[in-house]
């Protein structure tokens, strides 16, 4: 090789045909260069898995929306059911109204429940008049205390059954022509007789039969006894003026309130407002 041939430069790429151009100078940076088969199968897969999930999204909205609406638009659209006007249960004024209510309570009186007639004893000579026997027990010792200074009661009824009981309301209402509410304020209705419960007794004067079963009898001897002692003998007037059931003063009806039994039965005479 000549020296002519050494110092020849090599042909630059504009002066050679495209043929002529070795082909790593030949490679430009914008040729399309195309992805593998794998990675198409990726790619398709890919896309599939992301319809799906936007396939799916589009269901669960379109449920929720058709089976649970938006419960703050449904509260808003209905109205109110407990109004202002009405108290709920639980309110200050329907509490302040039910406490002061006794559902069972009947034109002033309360419901009792008969003695069992195997604790009922006779209280009179002739048997007439009964009384359980811890109430019969305690109104022989205030008898006799009061016999001992002078004082003699005339017992006028203890014990009453609900057939009594029925004579007693409903026959003497008939024959006073009163009307239910009157004759309840001077007698309970059949059920609600505190003579029911074996505990309850009308006591007159034996010298003063005039004022039996009348307020007068409260200008007897015989009152004024039971006024000053019968509590000691753990008896007490159950109808005193202006009393809570509202029942007419009646200062000949004593009950016994000496025992458990009695103070339950009675317990809601006492806590009436």
Same mark, same amino acid.
């Given at each position: ?12 790429? /504009? ?14 940076? #914008? ?26 999204? =589009?269901?669960?909205?379109?449920? *929720? ?15 109110? !059911?407990?109004?202002? /006007?009405? !108290? =709920?249960?639980?309110? !200050?004024?329907? *509490?302040?109204? /039910? ?9 002033? &009186? ?33 008898? *006799? ?21 029925? &004579? ?18 001077? =007698?309970?209705?059949? $059920?609600?007789?505190? &003579?029911?419960?074996? #505990? ?31 509590? /000691? ?9 202006? *009393?809570?059931?509202?029942?007419? #003063?009646?200062?000949? &009806?004593?009950?016994?309130? $000496? ?11 006492? =806590?009436?407002?």
């Amino acid at each position: 090789m000549d020296n002519a041939s050494l110092s020849r430069k090599p042909p630059q790429a /504009s002066e050679l045909g495209i043929d002529e151009i070795p082909e790593a100078v030949r490679d430009h940076p #914008y040729i399309e260069v195309k992805p593998s088969q794998s990675r198409k199968k990726g790619l398709i897969w890919k896309l599939l898995a992301l319809g799906v999930v936007a396939f799916g999204v =589009s269901i669960w909205l379109h449920l *929720n929306f058709k089976f649970f609406p938006d419960t703050s638009r449904v509260e808003q659209s209905q109205p109110n !059911p407990v109004s202002a /006007s009405s !108290p =709920s249960p639980t309110s !200050p004024v329907a *509490n302040s109204k /039910s406490s002061t209510a006794t559902p069972d309570k009947l034109l002033g &009186h309360l419901p009792y429940q008969e003695a069992p007639a195997s604790d009922l004893v006779a209280v009179t000579g002739d048997g007439g008049i009964k009384l359980r026997k811890a109430a019969a027990a305690k109104y022989q010792e205030m008898a *006799n205390a009061a016999a001992a200074q002078g004082i003699y009661f005339a017992p006028i009824s203890g014990f009453r059954s609900l057939e009594d009981q029925q &004579h007693v309301f409903f026959d003497v209402k008939a024959e006073r022509k009163q009307d239910v509410s009157k004759r309840a304020e001077v =007698s309970a209705p059949p $059920g609600y007789s505190e &003579h029911h419960t074996g #505990y309850a007794i009308d006591l007159g004067d034996g010298s003063v039969p005039s004022a039996n079963l009348s307020t007068s009898f409260e200008d007897t001897p015989a009152f004024k006894w039971l006024e000053a002692n019968a509590t /000691s003998f753990s008896f007490e007037m159950s109808f005193p003026k202006n *009393n809570r059931q509202k029942v007419s #003063y009646e200062p000949w &009806h004593w009950r016994f309130v $000496g025992d458990k039994q009695s103070l339950e039965t009675f317990y809601k005479a006492h =806590s009436l407002p």
